[in-house]
């Protein structure tokens, strides 16, 4: 057991120093020193029962906690939406409550080590009656059972394997099989060479080739300025294609947003050519939605070419159906325009989710303010709204304030608020700016 668990941190160490090297986000990793022979005395009488024998050996031989987590940052592009949490405690076990309103037998049947930040739980299953039991990963939303492992032992040496996948149990999904987690499974393999490339691939060796650079960026983003410089030493036209190749065989649109996002970052205009045969490609199958499109042509088209084109598209949308903040919201935001602003008067009412955001991120000047909170009450609420969204990031309109008018407004709007969250806004927006909103 102690050569086993001397492997095991070795593994884990290693896991958590190429996860920090690489960019991920890392917790401490903990390892504990053994227990002593009273802890696990102490453990064993507030449980009631004997630990099996294997979990005695860990205890005492090896740590008496492990705790290890690390996730991966929201640009990677994986295979499977996995993260790392895995551990146990000999001061944390403990009998599982599964939700029943009266105790279950199962409550007494399975001995809970570790519990996922989702609320899952990972289980011990004494029923076996074994010196080294089966585990279990419990689902709290579907009250299922997924074996992990036939014995503790073999449950630790496969998600270490795996990376020290878990503790949800839609971490373990893709890996379960009839044996526990099938490490050598068209999944499994799949995956680890995917973090195998993640711990290893650097940008000083991907830089020198250009599979291994599209690999990266893959990995890790190309908003990294020395990213974006390794891809500027091959021709616009090659990178172009890779990144088209990339969103073409994406399985649906949600798996085409990274791939525009590195078309946009290695490219910018240079793509623009491409990103007009987009909007020439009527009748046929869309190859990016129109939200992707919209990004793609605020990013790589001059605004007087790219933002015509999609306030278009959403006004023959508005000749069907009533216009949506968030469909606004989402084709709009990355123009940062103030000529949003103009168009958004025709169609701004209620309800108001989305109009707000719209108008914050769109260059607002002060007179687009005085004018929205003058108007109908639904401008008036999204001016306050948007007001309220640009001290949350410190944005501040451009222009110069006519404080005598805008304090006017602000009165009028207090007076008119109906609801208290209407009258915090119209006093955060007055204590932010001190004697000039009074």
Not at 23 to 38: K, M
């Amino acid at each position: 057991m102690r050569q086993q668990i001397e492997k095991w941190v070795s593994a884990w160490r290693a896991l958590i120093a190429d996860m920090d090297r690489q960019g991920a986000h890392t917790w401490p990793l903990i390892i504990a020193d053994p227990a002593q022979p009273w802890q696990v005395d102490e453990a064993e009488q507030r449980l009631g029962i004997s630990l099996p024998l294997a979990l005695r050996r860990l205890f005492l031989e090896g740590t008496s906690e492990v705790q290890i987590y690390w996730s991966l940052p929201t640009r990677t592009v994986e295979p499977f939406s996995l993260g790392g949490d895995i551990g146990w405690s000999l001061d944390s076990l403990e009998w599982p409550y599964f939700g029943h309103d009266d105790e279950s037998a199962d409550e007494r049947q399975y001995l809970c080590f570790h519990v996922g930040g989702n609320g899952d739980m990972l289980l011990l299953d004494l029923r076996a009656c074994a010196d080294d039991p089966p585990v279990y990963a419990w689902g709290h939303e579907t009250d299922e059972y997924i074996l992990l492992g036939h014995s503790f032992t073999a449950f630790v040496e496969r998600v270490t394997e795996l990376g020290c996948i878990g503790a949800e149990v839609w971490n373990y999904e893709p890996f379960a099989g009839a044996d526990g987690l099938d490490v050598h499974g068209e999944n499994a393999v799949r995956w680890k060479k995917w973090l195998q490339t993640y711990r290893e691939l650097t940008l000083e060796t991907a830089a020198t080739d250009f599979a291994q650079l599209v690999e990266y960026a893959a990995l890790h983003g190309a908003d990294d300025e020395r990213v974006r410089k390794a891809f500027d030493q091959y021709d616009a036209k090659v990178v172009q294609q890779a990144w088209v190749a990339k969103i073409s065989q994406a399985p649906n649109f949600a798996a085409k947003e990274p791939w525009c996002q590195l078309l946009v970052e290695t490219l910018g205009t240079k793509a623009a050519n491409w990103v007009r045969s987009l909007w020439e490609s009527a009748g046929q199958e869309k190859l990016v939605s129109d939200v992707q499109r919209a990004y793609l042509s605020a990013a790589c088209l001059p605004k007087e070419e790219g933002l015509p084109l999609v306030l278009a598209e959403l006004d023959n949308e508005a000749n069907s159906e009533t216009m949506s903040g968030y469909t606004a919201y989402g084709r709009l935001k990355h123009f940062r325009a103030r000529e949003v602003i103009a168009w958004m008067e025709a169609y701004a009412a209620y309800p108001l989710e989305g109009w707000d955001k719209l108008f914050a991120v769109s260059a607002p000047e002060w007179h687009d303010l005085a004018h929205w909170l003058a108007g109908s009450e639904a401008q008036r609420q999204i001016a306050l709204m948007a007001w309220g969204r640009m001290l949350d990031k410190g944005d501040v309109p451009t222009g110069e304030p006519d404080w005598t008018k805008l304090g006017s407004l602000l009165d009028l709007a207090a007076e008119k608020a109906v609801l208290r969250k209407e009258r915090e806004r119209v006093e955060r927006i007055r204590a932010a700016y001190g004697e000039h909103a009074r």
